[in-house]
């Protein structure tokens, strides 16, 4: 593990951590795309109740918010974190530290929140607190914008991946998220991630173990990407996969310049995909009606 960790640290040198390979020579303290360097910046450590029943539990999902991103969403509902940057400085010592008090809390889990360009410190410090007495399953909670070279490197370090699928055509994921190769690197990476953790496995409490959560947010006027993104899980992964089929869209940061998403989510959208969804036969999952 430690060779997997040191691996990930030399893939900073001229940062190929996600996708955009901006090679940012994040080591020597230069920004990235993601305008994040060497330091490790967070906007909260908390227990957090707000996610799905098999993360969050009765008892919390210890999750670590970092700042910045890789993406950049325009209807992004964190934009404050992700885009804006909020966050305080921590040390690589810190944030090992935290997962251990995250878990004295008696959280089901520590939850990394937009951890793409973190990946090296996060295996770093699930190693070190690993060595101290974590025992609890670490989420990857990601936009799905991964690089799966660098995913295969994670494997033994996370428990649970839970990405998101957010597109499923890429002229949709330029034009709203600013990245011209989404769907290919999402599509391999959920693959990947399926091959590493396999589909969810829950405990007699109903907490995930481990395994492989999707998530997709549908967007408003645009249920063939919805639709595309279910056909690739379905024909791709398997029609057992638990998938969050997400309806919280509301139109934060820019969202308003994109006329077709201004007015929020419909009902009539939201049914429509769900329908497919049960169409196409998945029987896991969770839904927000
Ligand atoms: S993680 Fe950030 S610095 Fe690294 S390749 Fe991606 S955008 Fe560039």
Redesign the pocket.
């Known amino acids: 593990m430690k060779h997997k960790i040191e691996e990930l640290f030399l893939a900073m040198d001229e940062?190929?951590?996600?996708p955009?390979?901006?090679k940012?020579h994040?080591n020597k303290g230069q920004k990235?795309?993601?305008r994040?360097a060497d330091k490790i910046f967070v906007a909260s450590r908390n227990v957090h109740f707000g996610e799905e029943p098999p993360i969050s539990g009765q008892r919390g999902s210890g999750t670590i918010f970092f700042s910045n991103c890789?993406l950049n969403c325009v209807f992004c509902q964190n934009y404050p974190i992700s885009q804006l940057g909020n966050g305080v400085e921590i040390s690589q010592e810190e944030l090992s530290a935290a997962l251990i008090s995250l878990q004295d809390k008696g959280v089901c889990n520590i939850n990394f929140v937009t951890p793409?360009?973190y990946s090296a410190h996060i295996a770093k410090a699930i190693f070190d607190a690993r060595s101290k007495g974590l025992r609890v399953p670490v989420v990857y909670n990601s936009s799905g914008y991964e690089n799966p070279e660098i995913l295969k490197l994670l494997e033994g370090f996370i428990d649970i991946y839970m990405p998101d699928i957010k597109y499923s055509n890429d002229v949709l994921a330029s034009k709203y998220s600013n990245v011209k190769d989404y769907v290919s690197n999402n599509q391999l990476s959920l693959i990947e991630m399926y091959r590493q953790v396999g589909e969810l496995e829950l405990d007699e409490n109903g907490i995930a173990k481990r395994g492989l959560l999707i998530r997709h947010l549908v967007l408003p006027n645009n249920t063939r990407n919805s639709k595309g993104a279910l056909d690739f899980i379905a024909r791709s992964i398997s029609t057992n996969t638990f998938v969050s089929l997400m309806s919280q869209y509301h139109g934060a940061y820019k969202s308003q310049n994109f006329p077709e998403l201004a007015d929020g989510l419909s009902k009539k959208d939201y049914l429509e995909v769900l329908e497919y969804m049960d169409k196409l036969g998945f029987e896991n999952g969770w839904r927000q009606i």
Do not use: I
């Not at 940062?15 to 996600?18: D, Q």
């Open positions: 940062c190929v951590l996600c955009r390979k901006c940012a994040r990235g795309f993601c994040s890789s793409t360009h």
